[in-house]
C-alpha cells in the first residue's frame, strides 16, 4: 500500500496518471488530503472509480489523540498520538508570545541511547514517514482550533537517522500546497550523525539547526553520548562550522546541565574555547529528572554562573525557559508511562 499523503502535488499528479487517470485529478485529491480528511470517501467530487482505487493501493496516515495532557502552569499541551499501525509518538504544543510552536517526534523511539532521555530507555521500532510528521502537526491545530507557526523536529527520535524522510517532510510542511510553514519557522535537532550534517548543510535550507552537545569534552560527551564514540566533538564542531559556512545560519547548541557531571565552571571555560568565533548559541537546559539514572538538574545559581562565563568569553547563552513541567512535557515520559500501563 501507498503512503499517499506522502506525496507532494507534482508526485500524486504523476502517479495517478500513471495508474489511468486525469492528471488534475491529483489537485483535487490533495486538497482533500490537507484538509485532513481520513477516508476516500470523504473527497465528495472524486469519481466513485478513482476512490475505489485509492482505497485499493493506498492508505491515508492518521495521528489519533490516544493521550492529552494540558499543563494547569503555562497551558503547555502534550499528546501521545497513534499511527495507522498501531505505533505511538510524542508531540507537545507551547504557547509562545509569537505564536503557536509544536515540537513533533521522528522516529518510533531511538537508536542513540542518550543516558539523560527518557526516549532512548524504551527502545526503537522504526522511523516515520514524512506522512506522520505531517499528522502530528495538523491533529493538534484540529484540536486546539489553533494554527501553528513554528516547527520543532526535537522529539522522539534522531531526525538526521531519517535524513530522507525528514527532508521530504521540510519540503511538505513549507510547501504553499501544504502547511505552508516557512524553514525559517523551523529547527530541527540532531545529535550529531556527523556526515549527515555535511549532506543538510549542501541542501542549503532555511532551517535552524540544533546541535545537542550536552559537555565540552569527549570524556563526559562518549558517557552520556554514544554517538561522540563514533563522530567525536572535534569532527562534530567540524561539521558544524561547514554548516554555517554553507548556509550562513547560526546553529544553536544544547547544552542539559547535569549537577556535577558538566556544569563546573572550567566546563564552561572548555565550552567558550570550543565555540570561540562560531556563528552560534548556547540554550541551556536544566536537564530533566528520568528515572534509571541518577542526574539531578544544576540548581539555579549555577546555571547563571555558567551562563555568565560564557557571555564574558563571547558566546551568547540563555538557560532555556522550562514549560508543562507538570505534565512531565519533554518527549519519551508520556509513552514510556503508557507502555507500562500507566496511563
Known amino acids: ?3 499517499i499523503k506522502s506525496f507532494d502535488i507534482n508526485s500524486l499528479s504523476e502517479y495517478l496518471v500513471e495508474n489511468g487517470f486525469e492528471k488534475f485529478r491529483g489537485k483535487q485529491v490533495y486538497s482533500w488530503l490537507v484538509k485532513g480528511v481520513t477516508s476516500f470517501d470523504q473527497m465528495s467530487n472524486i469519481p466513485q472509480k478513482l476512490r475505489e482505487f485509492l482505497e485499493s493501493n493506498t492508505y491515508i496516515s492518521f495521528a489519533e489523540i490516544k493521550r492529552k495532557q494540558i499543563s494547569k502552569i503555562d497551558g503547555t499541551v502534550k499528546y501521545l498520538f497513534k499511527f495507522n499501525d498501531g505505533e505511538y ?24 541511547g ?30 486546539l482550533g489553533i494554527r501553528i507557526s513554528n516547527v520543532v523536529i526535537m522529539g522522539m527520535g534522531e ?17 504553499s500546497d501544504n502547511l505552508n510553514i516557512g524553514m525559517r519557522h523551523i529547527t530541527l535537532s540532531t545529535c550529531g550523525i556527523v556526515p549527515r550534517i555535511y549532506d543538510l548543510a549542501d541542501e542549503n535550507l532555511q532551517i535552524t539547526l540544533s546541535v545537542s552537545l550536552h559537555a565540552s569534552n569527549d570524556a563526559i560527551r562518549s558517557k552520556t553520548m554514544p ?6 566533538i572535534e569532527e562534530l564542531i567540524k561539521a558544524c562550522k561547514y554548516y554555517i559556512n554553507i548556509t550562513n545560519r547560526r546553529i544553536s547548541f544544547e547544552y542539559a546541565m547535569i549537577s556535577g557531571v558538566n556544569d563546573r565552571d572550567k566546563d ?11 556563528l552560534c548559541h548556547v540554550n541551556l537546559i536544566p536537564v530533566n529528572n528520568v528515572n534509571g539514572n541518577n542526574f539531578r538538574k544544576s540548581d539555579i545559581k549555577r546555571q547563571k554562573a555558567f551562563c555568565d562565563i560564557l557571555a564574558n568569553k563571547g558566546i551568547t547563552a540563555t538557560v532555556r525557559r522550562t514549560l508543562g513541567s507538570d505534565i512531565d512535557a519533554s518527549c519519551g515520559q508520556l509513552k514510556r508511562n503508557f507502555d507500562k500501563g500507566g496511563v
Open 89 to 112: 509518538v510524542e508531540s507537545v504544543v507551547m504557547n509562545y508570545h509569537h505564536g503557536y510552536s509544536i515540537c513533533i517526534s521522528s522516529q518510533v523511539g531511538c537508536k542513540m
Open 1 to 3: 500500500m501507498t503512503d
Open 114 to 143: 542518550c543516558t539523560f532521555c527518557a526516549t532512548g530507555k524504551s527502545g526503537f521500532s522504526r522511523s516515520l514517514t514524512p506522512s506522520e510528521m505531517l499528522c502530528q502537526i495538523e491533529s493538534a491545530q484540529k484540536d
Open 159 to 175: 531526525p538526521l537517522d531519517n535524513y530522507d524522510n525528514v527532508l521530504k517532510f521540510l519540503h511538505l510542511v513549507s510547501s
Open 227 to 232: 554517538i561522540n564514540r563514533k563522530y567525536s
Open 268 to 278: 564552561a571555560e572548555e565550552l567558550s574555547n570550543l565555540l570561540f568565533g562560531m
